[in-house]
């Protein structure tokens, strides 16, 4: 999209383009939150009401709050290593057409997607001064709190990729599910925990396409009309050599998550069973070639990770099994101080390749959490203002 202009201004007698104004400068933000449901949970699945998205300007995102609360407990109550965002089996976000736009991905998906999207500073959901957990053998053991973005928008600061959303009768909607007790406790409380899910809903209004002093301002945020998409794709491995094709897409790459996991889903084993070489091939063009502690390293310089042992209260750690590739920082050094130029154009005939060897024994599992543009009219430049 190319920069909106004023009406030519004149000086010495020649007409000059005025550059409009961004778009944040003549429109305020909105907030909601409208949507709460409660459920106790239990030994299986249990799908929750979508949430229907209220119908403002534009759609940046969402906050999804869960609070889980127990009673009465005398178990020495703990959690698994993916809890307690765990909680939530499944998440999606499909577009007023009913397309998924985020999903089918877990709750610890979506914290991890938090933790290294680059979408706000404070990026750890356990650093949050709102995450509360409580093991042990308290009555209230097995209680906890924590607060997630789901983001719509890449950057706050031109609301890059908000979405339209003036449509009552075509609205954007999430869709949850609350998982088993199975999989939050690894020893779970006397009583089921009722669990509480709220949706805050996020945006920008309408512009009125002038600032405050009536200078022009541009009328729809930045890269209107794209989308950023994630998804996840599960790559089965077995002990040993491997040499495995990405399944086929097409966007530009934000951020690719790998996440290894032994037969029994431990992401411990799989850290100690992560290759010690594992290599990335694009077209045929060996693109990235990383041992274990190279890797780490990139990421605690990008993310400011401790070395301190992951646990359910420890903050800003090195996540168990789980390396990350982004190009999030062509603005500054922190992931999520980009300006879009660094995304990675891969269409459907790209072949991205992935080798090394798994250690241990027995079947792995690979994951590959993939977040990606799709930019309006297939046009990289709408997300750059037309550079």
Do not use: C
């Not at 698994?80 to 057409?97: H, M, N, Q, Y």
Request: charged share 15%; net charge neutral.
């Amino acid at each position: 999209m190319g920069t909106p202009t004023e009406a030519p201004a004149k000086k010495n007698g020649k007409a000059q383009v005025v550059a409009a104004r961004p778009f944040v400068t003549g429109t305020r933000t909105l907030e909601s939150e409208v949507y709460t449901q409660t459920v106790t949970q239990n030994t299986g699945t249990q799908a929750l009401t979508p949430y229907e998205f209220q119908v403002d300007g534009y759609l940046a995102g969402a906050l999804i709050s869960v609070t889980a609360t127990t009673a009465g407990n005398a178990a020495t109550t703990a959690f698994k290593a993916d809890g307690p965002f765990s909680v939530l089996s499944s998440i999606i976000f499909e577009d007023i057409g009913g397309k998924q736009v985020m999903g089918p991905i877990t709750g610890w998906n979506l914290y991890v997607l938090n933790r290294f999207g680059g979408f706000v500073y404070n990026a750890d959901v356990k650093a949050n001064a709102t995450y509360t957990v409580t093991s042990g053998a308290g009555t209230t053991g097995g209680s906890y709190r924590f607060v997630m973005r789901l983001p719509i928008q890449v950057r706050r600061r031109d609301g890059m990729a908000s979405l339209p959303n003036r449509n009552a009768s075509a609205t954007f909607k999430i869709k949850m599910v609350v998982s088993p007790i199975v999989d939050v406790y690894s020893t779970a409380p006397t009583n089921a925990p009722s669990v509480k899910v709220e949706v805050q809903q996020h945006g920008w209004a309408t512009s009125d396409n002038r600032d405050y002093k009536g200078s022009a301002v541009a009328p729809t945020p930045n890269g209107v009309g794209s989308l950023m998409y994630t998804d996840l794709e599960t790559i089965q491995l077995g002990a040993g050599k491997f040499n495995q094709r990405m399944a086929t897409f097409g966007g530009l790459l934000r951020l690719l998550v790998f996440e290894l996991r032994d037969s029994n889903g431990s992401r411990s084993q799989g850290e100690s069973d992560w290759p010690t070489l594992f290599e990335v091939e694009i077209d045929k063009v060996k693109v990235y070639s990383r041992s274990p502690v190279v890797w780490d390293t990139f990421m605690a310089e990008d993310y400011g990770l401790s070395n301190t042992a992951e646990s359910v209260t420890a903050t800003n750690t090195k996540i168990n099994g789980t390396k990350v590739l982004h190009w999030l920082d062509d603005f500054g050094l922190q992931p999520g101080a980009e300006n879009s130029f660094r995304y990675q154009p891969v269409t459907p005939s790209t072949a991205i390749q992935l080798s090394g060897s798994v250690g241990g024994s027995g079947a792995h599992t690979l994951t590959v959490l993939k977040n990606y543009m799709s930019p309006v009219n297939d046009d990289p430049r709408q997300l750059t203002g037309g550079r």
